[in-house]
């Protein structure tokens, strides 16, 4: 079993930033991508930016040029630093690790939990 974890959310004023951190509880044997989405109650999931064990990075237009998206798959971390933030963009803010867990495991999609960021004055 493996936990994915999220952390940095928080109550952020419009035009601020907010760096949000994800890690896994256990080593993967190999990630493919790890991937950031957002969700606000009562709406689909929303996804907001990626990137592979390339380095290849992935962005929702939405927050082209406001977020970057970064991490190490070898490392199963995962960063993503938003600015310019918008008070539309409160939302559940969650990391998810494509990969497998181990050498005999099939290739699966982890999620964690998701981190609470709010954009409010």
């Known amino acids: 079993q493996v936990e994915i974890m999220e952390s940095g959310g928080g109550l952020v004023q419009p035009g601020g930033s907010l760096k949000l951190s994800c890690s896994a509880s256990t080593l993967f044997f190999g990630v493919q991508t790890m991937a950031w989405y957002r969700q606000v109650p009562g709406q689909e999931r929303e996804f907001v930016a990626s990137f592979n064990h390339f380095g290849e990075t992935d962005y929702a237009d939405s927050v082209k040029g406001r977020f970057t998206v970064s991490g190490d798959t070898l490392k199963n971390t995962a960063t993503l630093e938003m600015g310019s933030l918008k008070p539309k963009e409160t939302a559940s803010y969650s990391c998810?690790?494509?990969?497998?867990?181990?050498?005999?495991?099939?290739?699966?999609?982890?999620w964690g939990k998701g981190t609470l960021v709010t954009v409010a004055s």
């Open positions: 998810n690790v494509d990969g497998r867990l181990t050498e005999s495991a099939g290739r699966k999609t982890y």
